[in-house]
């Protein structure tokens, strides 16, 4: 019993070991097509920071001060990561109410675009008040 066990795993290992590159290809192949198509999607894999900084002086300091520091009722918003900032312009942008100052937000947010929120995300992941 033993032995027909040591024969079948045998054979198993030379057979993986005729396919092995032949799935290294495809998988090289797979992340190579992967790469150009991403390319000519148009997705940003980061928001520009002075881009962001210059959107966020023409509204989003009226409510939330000086680099996202918060004023008021209205709260911090630097320091956060970027993808938790980006889900919540994209979550007030497609007018989802989800705090106290949403309607405010869903104004504010409805004209962005993708680019405009992937800046504001990355100026304010680091931005820092004087």
């Not at 795993?9 to 032949?22: D, G």
């Not at 990561?81 to 007030?92: N, Q, R, W």
Request: glycine share 8%.
């Amino acid at each position: 019993m033993a032995a027909d066990c040591i024969i079948v795993k045998t054979l198993l290992i030379r057979a993986a070991s005729h396919l092995w590159p032949h799935i290294v290809m495809i998988k090289f192949v797979t992340g190579l097509l992967f790469s150009f198509l991403l390319g000519f999607t148009g997705y940003a894999w980061s928001g520009d920071k002075e881009a962001g900084e210059a959107r966020y002086q023409k509204s989003c300091i009226n409510c939330h001060g000086p680099a996202g520091k918060g004023v008021a009722s209205y709260p911090k918003i630097s320091g956060n990561e970027v993808s938790y900032t980006t889900s919540k312009l994209e979550t007030y942008r497609d007018g989802i109410k989800i705090g106290p100052n949403s309607s405010l937000m869903i104004m504010m947010a409805r004209p962005l675009t993708d680019e405009e929120i992937a800046d504001l995300a990355a100026y304010l992941k680091d931005a820092k008040y004087e």
